[in-house]
């Protein structure tokens, strides 16, 4: 168990590294759906399979798709732009993972799990899971469900096309 | 190797950017995107031959498109003037490769006119049997490639190469070649058709509208291949008269405009047929007019088959060799399954001609290709560009 | 009712593949070189030299008069006189061809030399198996290549082997009745003659 | 039963006579080698068959050059694409131009692991298969943008964000299809779903009216996320080459042949466990017959159809296989949601299979309506000329 953990462990770590330091941002985006794929390994581990599989389906299968697309459809998905060293950037970046980090080493110590350091013998089950979430959290769930009805609306909305393409015949060079 | 290289983007390894903007001397299209140059061709699967297509696309919009087209060019018109009336005859052949018989009939009416030879009526009507022998199989190879080109892998295609193999079994069994045929000869034609090859030519007439109807069964319906062909290239009927399209094109713009009518070259207003007419002119509207044509076309070889006289297949006083029309010019056009055809020939009064100008209606309807192109998606320039029924061999001569 | 259509389709292709195992009008594939489709007898591809009797070199009804060398559009075939005439099939002596070559890379069959061809010597084959791994020699015909004899001629195309059997026998009995009526002549022209000088036995 | 129970004892036998240490391994091996090799071998069948079968529909014979009737085709296939030169683009990304075969036949593979062969036939038996079986899927999608993009052509790079968002895009009716099945079920696990099949074929979910609008809801989005006609539009080769896989050649090509394959196969299977019971024969008298042999025989019909559909229909474009799947395939999954509820809500007997039917009928009635009133899905008739031609 260990030992396998180690090497998701390492995997997940180095991949996460990667994706901050290649050059290439497609490389980056790999080396994160890589990351990705280490804490499903890490959630599977945990006993927890839905978690995992749903982590793989969403982060796989369409966050890193999306970013993707996001970088293909802008320009430059090869230039690199922290050639220059950019002291206020820097800082303001590394206060904010700060202050990530703090957010969530405080929530993770404030958890009860962290009593728990045995391994985990109860197996989830995917109707408790579901049973969960619809009795105890049940408004969250709504309220979550009605974020992305309107966030795809919105997409929907963003993608209309114009009325009329604006193309008119331009003048031919050659008569 | 690939086409799509074919764009001098200087990619490195690592570096750059892959497409390369090559239009920044035009303003910014609205929604800010880049625009992008694909060159379709020459070696494209979808090109019906060496063509290119020099397209602009703004995502998968076609915003600017350029034929490009010569690769095929064999100095037709001047190996014409280089040789005897007669020795062009099978060079015409080879210009629309799929109608070597329309070809044929166009430049033999051209080549009587400017001698003034006469053509006896057994001749007219095997002229007309052949013309519309090739018409159907022209047509429904059209078909089958146009639906080829929105991918349906070759099955209608292959249904017609079925049925055009029984008309090219009836050309070969005639005239010894089955595309290249060069049968019709000045005053009539090559040899004289036997009452069991007309025999056979009824019955591939005969069994040709099942065989239309089963086609129809397979596409005319195909809710795919209506939401693809419906509403796209659509061309206006200013525009194609103006830029001089012929043949089913025109028609299914709604024109009405058959040379077998307003010409009744031959002997075609001895026939009883109608013109089918569109009204959207877009490539459903093509694909419908050549399937309504066919079936006139069957209407028309019936009644030449029924009514074929006795006589000479050729006129007597024609000659082979040492044939000098007087001085002069004609221009003879027929209706060939693509449009107008028309052979324009000057004469000095030598065995040679002294201008050899053809009038391909194929080049003439793909000079149209980038108005109907614009603003459609490259799928459809691919369907749109199926459905002009050009054949390179014509286009570029 | 949107699928009416493709499931219309699908059924004819179900047709389709059912009628392939059994409906010969629906299969009309065959494998090529193992089975064959019966050449059509008009099906023309190459020129060859049709030859009477049995030697191709004396029976060669070629008499190298070039006009199909002239008349050839994309001016495939080339002809070299040979110096010494020879008797053709009506006795008179003609020039044969020496070098007779056809290149057929470049021949379109076109059927023009045939047609232009007074001599019923040159007609059209129908073999079409002209792979060669030499495009150069090997697609470049010579006499002995071309040369074939009548008989084959018959057996490709019987109608029209026949018809130029009985155009030749036509030119052949043309050229006897003219022999003999310019025999006659003679005689007579002779007759009138002796008949004014004195009388000698006539000679044919 | 009695094949499962052979399969198993000679499992367990080879398993124990191996040392401690490598028991896991080996057990894991024996359970793979079998999917693996079964389902190759049906790869070389199919390609066969598939040619064959498309030439007969397009009255051809297909190949019949290799051996008798051409069955060493597949064969002789596998030997030119494995001694075909191996060409890389010279600006191509290598290590992602190579990985992105491998990974697409990965996520194919694994997708058969979930899949209930027997009773006892199942590689690995999570609680949460189908889940499983969805996200590989989902994987697909990132290995075809890999060869897309690391191809560095442009042909390759549209054809693989084409097939992106089309995964994508049916995915979502691909889910929500299946998820009929799962409320009937009741649970996120293969076997169990087949286990709920058992019995003679009435009690197949195809039998029912939101089983099989599910049904065939979930092939053609199958269809569209295997990339096969009329949804190949990734690899439409009027249009754009051979989409993702223009660059590739020789080995790596054939690898993509056969990803796509796997990809297929197990869809298939997928749809023969959620909806055709799966390994149980279609009437009881015939369980004699091992259980794995009716799973392949229904996955070979869903082939069989899946041919007959590419050798019949023209392909969509690809704006329009969007409006498809957003306008038709998604509401009508939605409705199909519905009325399976009404079916399970109303004690699963025949008031609810008549009300199921009903919903379903009627939103099929009115989707159809409503997208064949759209412009370009018009009926037209055409008219003959009149009076004087057009002035030349």
Same mark, same amino acid.
């Given at each position: 168990?260990?030992?396998?953990?180690?090497?998701?462990?390492?995997?997940?770590?180095?991949?996460?590294?990667?994706?901050?330091?290649?050059?290439?941002?497609?490389?980056?985006?790999?080396?994160?759906?890589?990351?990705?794929?280490?804490?499903?390994?890490?959630?599977?581990?945990?006993?927890?399979?839905?978690?995992?599989?749903?982590?793989?389906?969403?982060?796989?299968?369409? =966050?890193?798709? +999306?970013?993707?697309? %996001? $970088? *293909?459809?802008?320009?430059? !998905?090869?230039? &690199?732009?922290?050639?220059?060293?950019?002291?206020?950037?820097?800082? =303001?970046?590394? +206060?904010?993972?700060? %202050? $990530? *980090?703090?957010?969530?080493? !405080?929530?993770? &110590?404030?958890?009860?799990?962290?009593?728990?350091?045995?391994?985990?013998?109860?197996?989830?089950?995917?109707?408790? $899971?579901?049973?969960?979430?619809?009795?105890?959290? &049940?408004?969250?769930?709504?309220?979550?469900?009605?974020?992305?009805?309107?966030?795809?609306?919105?997409?929907?909305?963003?993608?209309?096309?114009?009325?009329?393409?604006?193309?008119?015949?331009?003048?031919?060079?050659?008569? | 190797?690939?086409?799509?290289?074919?764009?001098?983007?200087?990619?490195?390894?690592?570096?750059?950017?892959?497409?390369?903007?090559?239009?920044?001397?035009?303003?910014?299209?609205?929604?800010?995107?880049?625009?992008?140059?694909?060159?379709?061709?020459?070696?494209?699967?979808?090109?019906?031959?060496?063509?290119?297509?020099?397209?602009?696309?703004?995502?998968?919009?076609?915003?600017?498109?350029?034929?490009?087209?010569?690769?095929?060019?064999?100095?037709?018109?001047?190996?014409?003037?280089?040789?005897?009336?007669?020795?062009?005859?099978?060079?015409?052949?080879?210009?629309?490769?799929?109608?070597?018989?329309?070809?044929?009939?166009?430049?033999?009416?051209?080549?009587?006119?400017?001698?003034?030879?006469?053509?006896?009526?057994?001749?007219?009507?095997?002229?007309?049997?052949?013309?519309?022998?090739?018409?159907?199989?022209?047509?429904?190879?059209?078909?089958?490639?146009?639906?080829?080109?929105?991918?349906?892998?070759?099955?209608?295609?292959?249904?017609?190469?079925?049925?055009?193999?029984?008309?090219?079994?009836?050309?070969?069994?005639?005239?010894?070649?089955?595309?290249?045929?060069?049968?019709?000869?000045?005053?009539?034609?090559?040899?004289?058709?036997?009452?069991?090859?007309?025999?056979?030519?009824?019955?591939?007439?005969?069994?040709?509208?099942?065989?239309?109807?089963?086609?129809?069964?397979?596409?005319?319906?195909?809710?795919?291949?209506?939401?693809?062909?419906?509403?796209?290239?659509?061309?206006?009927?200013?525009?194609?008269?103006?830029?001089?399209?012929?043949?089913?094109?025109?028609?299914?713009?709604?024109?009405?405009?058959?040379?077998?009518?307003?010409?009744?070259?031959?002997?075609?207003?001895?026939?009883?047929?109608?013109?089918?007419?569109?009204?959207?002119?877009?490539?459903?509207?093509?694909?419908?007019?050549?399937?309504?044509?066919?079936?006139?076309?069957?209407?028309?070889?019936?009644?030449?088959?029924?009514?074929?006289?006795?006589?000479?297949?050729?006129?007597?006083?024609?000659?082979?060799?040492?044939?000098?029309?007087?001085?002069?010019?004609?221009?003879?056009?027929?209706?060939?399954?693509?449009?107008?055809?028309?052979?324009?020939?000057?004469?000095?009064?030598?065995?040679?001609?002294?201008?050899?100008?053809?009038?391909?209606?194929?080049?003439?309807?793909?000079?149209?290709?980038?108005?109907?192109?614009?603003?459609?998606?490259?799928?459809?320039?691919?369907?749109?560009?199926?459905?002009?029924?050009?054949?390179?061999?014509?286009?570029?001569? | 009712?949107?699928?009416?259509?493709?499931?219309?389709?699908?059924?004819?292709?179900?047709?389709?593949?059912?009628?392939?195992?059994?409906?010969?009008?629906?299969?009309?594939?065959?494998?090529?070189?193992?089975?064959?489709?019966?050449?059509?007898?008009?099906?023309?591809?190459?020129?060859?030299?049709?030859?009477?009797?049995?030697?191709?070199?004396?029976?060669?009804?070629?008499?190298?008069?070039?006009?199909?060398?002239?008349?050839?559009?994309?001016?495939?075939?080339?002809?070299?006189?040979?110096?010494?005439?020879?008797?053709?099939?009506?006795?008179?002596?003609?020039?044969?061809?020496?070098?007779?070559?056809?290149?057929?890379?470049?021949?379109?069959?076109?059927?023009?030399?045939?047609?232009?061809?007074?001599?019923?010597?040159?007609?059209?084959?129908?073999?079409?198996?002209?792979?060669?791994?030499?495009?150069?020699?090997?697609?470049?015909?010579?006499?002995?290549?071309?040369?074939?004899?009548?008989?084959?001629?018959?057996?490709?195309?019987?109608?029209?082997?026949?018809?130029?059997?009985?155009?030749?026998?036509?030119?052949?009995?043309?050229?006897?009745?003219?022999?003999?009526?310019?025999?006659?002549?003679?005689?007579?022209?002779?007759?009138?003659?002796?008949?004014?000088?004195?009388?000698?036995?006539?000679?044919? | 039963?009695?094949?499962?129970?052979?399969?198993?004892?000679?499992?367990?036998?080879?398993?124990?006579?191996?040392?401690?240490?490598?028991?896991?391994?080996?057990?894991?091996?024996?359970?793979?080698?079998?999917?693996?090799?079964?389902?190759?071998?049906?790869?070389?069948?199919?390609?066969?068959?598939?040619?064959?079968?498309?030439?007969?529909?397009?009255?051809?014979?297909?190949?019949?050059?290799?051996?008798?009737?051409?069955?060493?085709?597949?064969?002789?296939?596998?030997?030119?694409?494995?001694?075909?030169?191996?060409?890389?683009?010279?600006?191509?990304?290598?290590?992602?131009?190579?990985?992105?075969?491998?990974?697409?036949?990965?996520?194919?593979?694994?997708?058969?692991?979930?899949?209930?062969?027997?009773?006892?036939?199942?590689?690995?038996?999570?609680?949460?298969?189908?889940?499983?079986?969805?996200?590989?899927?989902?994987?697909?999608?990132?290995?075809?943008?890999?060869?897309?993009?690391?191809?560095?052509?442009?042909?390759?790079?549209?054809?693989?964000?084409?097939?992106?968002?089309?995964?994508?895009?049916?995915?979502?009716?691909?889910?929500?299809?299946?998820?009929?099945?799962?409320?009937?079920?009741?649970?996120?696990?293969?076997?169990?779903?087949?286990?709920?099949?058992?019995?003679?074929?009435?009690?197949?979910?195809?039998?029912?009216?939101?089983?099989?609008?599910?049904?065939?809801?979930?092939?053609?989005?199958?269809?569209?996320?295997?990339?096969?006609?009329?949804?190949?539009?990734?690899?439409?080769?009027?249009?754009?080459?051979?989409?993702?896989?223009?660059?590739?050649?020789?080995?790596?090509?054939?690898?993509?042949?056969?990803?796509?394959?796997?990809?297929?196969?197990?869809?298939?299977?997928?749809?023969?466990?959620?909806?055709?019971?799966?390994?149980?024969?279609?009437?009881?008298?015939?369980?004699?017959?091992?259980?794995?042999?009716?799973?392949?025989?229904?996955?070979?019909?869903?082939?069989?159809?899946?041919?007959?559909?590419?050798?019949?229909?023209?392909?969509?474009?690809?704006?329009?296989?969007?409006?498809?799947?957003?306008?038709?395939?998604?509401?009508?999954?939605?409705?199909?949601?519905?009325?399976?509820?009404?079916?399970?809500?109303?004690?699963?007997?025949?008031?609810?299979?008549?009300?199921?039917?009903?919903?379903?009928?009627?939103?099929?009635?009115?989707?159809?309506?409503?997208?064949?009133?759209?412009?370009?899905?018009?009926?037209?008739?055409?008219?003959?000329?009149?009076?004087?031609?057009?002035?030349?």
């Amino acid at each position: 168990m260990t030992t396998v953990f180690c090497i998701t462990a390492l995997t997940t770590l180095a991949s996460a590294v990667a994706a901050m330091s290649l050059r290439n941002l497609v490389h980056c985006v790999l080396c994160l759906t890589v990351s990705f794929i280490g804490m499903a390994m890490v959630y599977l581990q945990l006993s927890s399979q839905f978690v995992g599989f749903a982590q793989v389906m969403v982060y796989v299968g369409a =966050v890193a798709i +999306l970013m993707i697309f %996001a $970088l *293909l459809m802008t320009r430059g !998905g090869q230039e &690199l732009f922290m050639r220059e060293w950019r002291p206020m950037h820097w800082l =303001v970046g590394g +206060l904010v993972s700060l %202050a $990530l *980090l703090a957010v969530l080493v !405080g929530s993770i &110590l404030q958890s009860p799990v962290i009593q728990n350091t045995g391994p985990v013998d109860k197996v989830e089950r995917v109707k408790d $899971l579901g049973q969960s979430l619809v009795y105890e959290y &049940l408004l969250p769930l709504e309220a979550l469900a009605l974020l992305l009805t309107v966030a795809l609306i919105g997409a929907a909305l963003i993608a209309l096309p114009p009325k009329q393409y604006p193309i008119k015949p331009q003048p031919r060079e050659n008569s | 190797m690939n086409s799509a290289q074919a764009t001098p983007s200087s990619d490195k390894a690592q570096a750059g950017p892959m497409f390369e903007s090559k239009t920044s001397d035009q303003a910014p299209s609205l929604d800010g995107t880049e625009r992008m140059e694909v060159s379709m061709g020459p070696h494209h699967p979808s090109t019906h031959g060496v063509f290119r297509m020099d397209v602009e696309l703004e995502g998968e919009t076609v915003v600017k498109l350029k034929p490009v087209f010569g690769y095929l060019h064999r100095n037709h018109e001047k190996i014409a003037e280089g040789t005897s009336y007669l020795g062009s005859m099978p060079y015409t052949d080879r210009l629309d490769y799929f109608n070597s018989m329309t070809n044929n009939w166009a430049y033999a009416l051209s080549v009587e006119k400017l001698a003034g030879i006469e053509v006896p009526e057994r001749a007219e009507y095997i002229r007309v049997i052949t013309a519309e022998l090739s018409r159907l199989q022209n047509h429904v190879c059209l078909i089958g490639f146009l639906v080829q080109d929105m991918g349906a892998l070759g099955t209608p295609l292959m249904y017609a190469f079925r049925e055009r193999e029984r008309i090219l079994d009836l050309f070969e069994s005639l005239t010894g070649a089955r595309m290249m045929c060069n049968y019709m000869r000045f005053g009539g034609c090559r040899c004289d058709v036997t009452p069991a090859w007309l025999r056979q030519a009824h019955q591939v007439t005969e069994a040709f509208p099942r065989f239309l109807d089963e086609f129809e069964a397979l596409l005319s319906e195909n809710e795919v291949l209506l939401s693809r062909s419906q509403g796209v290239g659509a061309l206006g009927q200013d525009l194609a008269i103006a830029a001089g399209v012929t043949g089913p094109m025109l028609r299914a713009t709604g024109v009405n405009y058959d040379l077998r009518k307003a010409d009744a070259y031959g002997i075609y207003n001895r026939f009883n047929f109608r013109v089918p007419l569109g009204s959207h002119g877009d490539v459903f509207d093509r694909y419908m007019i050549r399937i309504l044509e066919m079936r006139e076309s069957i209407a028309i070889l019936r009644q030449a088959i029924r009514d074929i006289p006795d006589g000479d297949y050729v006129h007597p006083k024609a000659k082979l060799r040492g044939f000098k029309p007087p001085m002069g010019e004609a221009y003879g056009r027929i209706e060939a399954p693509k449009g107008e055809l028309g052979f324009y020939l000057i004469s000095d009064g030598s065995p040679k001609p002294y201008r050899f100008k053809v009038r391909p209606p194929s080049f003439i309807n793909l000079t149209i290709l980038e108005d109907m192109c614009l603003g459609q998606t490259v799928a459809d320039a691919v369907i749109i560009l199926g459905s002009v029924d050009i054949v390179l061999g014509e286009v570029d001569r | 009712m949107i699928g009416k259509g493709i499931l219309k389709g699908m059924m004819e292709t179900a047709r389709n593949l059912t009628g392939s195992f059994h409906d010969p009008e629906r299969l009309t594939t065959v494998s090529y070189p193992e089975e064959k489709i019966p050449a059509k007898e008009n099906a023309r591809n190459f020129p060859f030299l049709v030859y009477d009797g049995d030697d191709w070199e004396s029976g060669l009804r070629c008499v190298s008069c070039q006009i199909c060398e002239k008349e050839c559009p994309p001016q495939c075939i080339y002809i070299e006189k040979d110096t010494q005439k020879k008797a053709d099939f009506l006795g008179k002596l003609q020039f044969q061809p020496k070098v007779f070559d056809i290149d057929v890379s470049v021949c379109m069959g076109c059927q023009i030399c045939v047609e232009v061809c007074p001599f019923e010597s040159i007609r059209m084959d129908r073999d079409f198996e002209y792979a060669k791994s030499d495009r150069f020699e090997g697609l470049l015909l010579h006499k002995e290549q071309l040369a074939k004899s009548n008989k084959y001629y018959h057996q490709i195309h019987p109608t029209e082997a026949t018809e130029t059997d009985a155009i030749r026998e036509g030119k052949r009995q043309d050229h006897l009745a003219k022999e003999r009526a310019k025999a006659e002549k003679l005689a007579q022209a002779k007759e009138a003659a002796s008949k004014s000088q004195s009388k000698e036995p006539n000679k044919e | 039963m009695w094949f499962e129970d052979l399969l198993i004892q000679i499992k367990s036998v080879l398993v124990l006579n191996a040392p401690e240490g490598l028991r896991p391994i080996l057990s894991a091996m024996l359970s793979a080698t079998p999917i693996l090799s079964a389902f190759g071998g049906l790869f070389a069948a199919v390609t066969l068959l598939e040619r064959k079968m498309l030439g007969r529909i397009q009255n051809r014979y297909g190949p019949n050059r290799v051996g008798p009737f051409g069955i060493f085709q597949p064969v002789a296939d596998g030997i030119k694409m494995l001694t075909k030169e191996d060409i890389v683009p010279k600006t191509a990304d290598h290590s992602i131009h190579f990985l992105a075969p491998l990974l697409l036949l990965l996520t194919a593979m694994l997708g058969l692991s979930v899949i209930p062969y027997g009773e006892k036939l199942v590689a690995i038996r999570f609680e949460a298969g189908i889940v499983f079986f969805f996200a590989v899927g989902g994987a697909a999608e990132l290995a075809v943008f890999m060869a897309g993009w690391a191809s560095r052509n442009k042909y390759a790079l549209l054809g693989s964000l084409r097939a992106i968002a089309q995964m994508v895009s049916y995915e979502i009716p691909l889910i929500l299809s299946s998820v009929c099945v799962l409320m009937a079920a009741g649970t996120l696990s293969l076997d169990e779903v087949a286990k709920s099949q058992s019995g003679s074929m009435l009690s197949w979910y195809i039998m029912t009216p939101w089983g099989l609008m599910g049904c065939v809801l979930f092939l053609i989005a199958t269809l569209a996320e295997v990339n096969r006609s009329p949804f190949d539009i990734p690899e439409a080769e009027s249009e754009l080459i051979a989409g993702h896989m223009t660059e590739y050649s020789g080995f790596k090509y054939a690898v993509f042949f056969l990803a796509e394959f796997v990809a297929m196969f197990a869809m298939c299977a997928l749809t023969a466990t959620l909806f055709l019971g799966g390994y149980h024969p279609p009437l009881p008298i015939l369980a004699f017959i091992p259980g794995p042999f009716w799973l392949f025989a229904k996955l070979m019909v869903l082939v069989l159809l899946f041919i007959w559909i590419r050798g019949t229909m023209p392909r969509l474009r690809a704006d329009q296989l969007m409006e498809f799947a957003w306008k038709f395939m998604l509401p009508m999954a939605v409705i199909n949601l519905i009325s399976t509820g009404c079916w399970i809500a109303l004690g699963r007997g025949s008031l609810g299979w008549g009300l199921s039917a009903l919903i379903n009928l009627a939103a099929y009635g009115a989707l159809s309506r409503w997208l064949s009133s759209r412009p370009n899905q018009q009926k037209r008739t055409y008219r003959f000329a009149e009076g004087p031609m057009h002035a030349a």
